[in-house]
Structures are given as C-alpha cells and as structure tokens.
C-alpha cells in the first residue's frame, strides 16, 4: 500500500511538473508572439503616419499649385490652360398668374 502510495505520488509529480513545463513553453511562445505583433503594430503606426504626412504634402503642393495658375493664368510649357467662368446671373422676370394678367390687359385695368 505504501510503494502503491509512492508510485501515484510519483506519477501525480510527473504530470504536475509536465503540465507546469508544458504552461512555461506556451506561455513563452505567446509572450514572444506579444512582443513581435506589438513591434510590427509599431511599425505599421510609423509607416500609416509616414503616408498620411506624404498624401498631405502631395496635395497641398498640387492645390498650391492649381492655385498658383488660376490667379495668375500661368500654365507650364505644353499644359492648355481652361479657365471657366460662370456667367451671372440674369433677373428673370416674376411669373405671376397669367389668368389675372390676361383679365387686366383685357378690361384695362
């Protein structure tokens, strides 16, 4: 009954230290996973704000640019400069209810 108690013990220490081998491993992996995911989160920040700076430079030098042409009608060589102008606008004439107006100009009122 004794040995029989050893042996489980034996084994029950066996399973506790291969469970606790088994957690340390997995737990290290999933750590080591962390900090390479945190890295390229990182890495991709930089970059996202890298290519937010560049797309706004680009398009603040093409607006400046368009700008530039339109107040002083100025285009490169071999650029065809389009200019639209909208017209103004005309008064148009009130409509009002052609019944009462044709009744005037008939009676003379």
């Not at 400046?64 to 650029?79: D, F, H, I, S, T």
């Not at 065809?80 to 107006?101: A, K």
């Amino acid at each position: 009954m004794n040995k029989l108690r050893t042996i489980g013990f034996g084994v029950l220490a066996v399973i506790v230290c291969y469970v606790a081998i088994l957690t340390w491993v997995k737990r290290n992996d999933l750590v080591f996973q962390f900090e390479h995911l945190q890295k390229e989160y990182t890495k991709l920040q930089q970059e996202n704000a890298d290519l937010k700076q560049f797309a706004q430079s680009i398009q603040l030098d093409s607006v400046k640019e368009m700008e530039v042409k339109k107040r002083l009608n100025y285009a490169k060589p071999g650029e065809t400069l389009v200019l639209f102008i909208s017209p103004s606008p005309t008064s148009q004439p009130q409509e009002s209810n052609t019944l009462i107006d044709w009744l005037k100009r008939l009676f003379g009122k």
